[in-house]
């Protein structure tokens, strides 16, 4: 599986799915206007990733903004990386946040608390 790399445009972030490593990033803003044909590729990317997973996979989520439509598929891809947790592929969720940014902060605290997640968060001073 070739590794999956979408250039950070000004409404969309950086993403990188990086197979060999078992690493997904997710960096920036995502306010794209169409957030599902956007994330689809991304998401199908995972699935096909998780047919072959390494040991333990790492997801580094750094956004500045998300908008509401962007978190719905989020929301989509903590689903299918519970899923996984749960059937024993062992990952770590890094959440970055800017040191003031509490909408950042408390959207990954609810993604910890809904999914039961291994959650670390990692503030980031600007």
């Known amino acids: 599986m070739e590794i999956l790399t979408i250039k950070k ?20 803003r995502s306010i794209p206007e169409n957030p599902e044909s956007f994330y689809d590729v991304v998401y199908s990317s995972m ?18 903004y998300i908008n509401s439509g962007s978190s719905k598929f989020i929301l989509r891809f903590f689903h299918l990386i519970k899923k996984q947790y749960d059937e024993g592929n062992d990952c770590i969720v890094n959440w970055y946040y800017e040191e003031d940014d509490e909408n950042i902060l408390d959207l990954g605290k609810h993604y910890k608390n809904t999914f039961k997640l291994p959650f670390k968060f990692i503030e980031i001073y600007g």
């Open 9 to 28: 445009e000004k409404k969309t972030p950086f993403i990188e799915l990086d197979p060999a490593r078992g690493v997904l990033t997710i960096e920036g």
């Open 47 to 64: 699935e096909r990733y998780y047919k072959s997973p390494q040991n333990l996979t790492t997801y580094n989520f750094q956004f500045e």
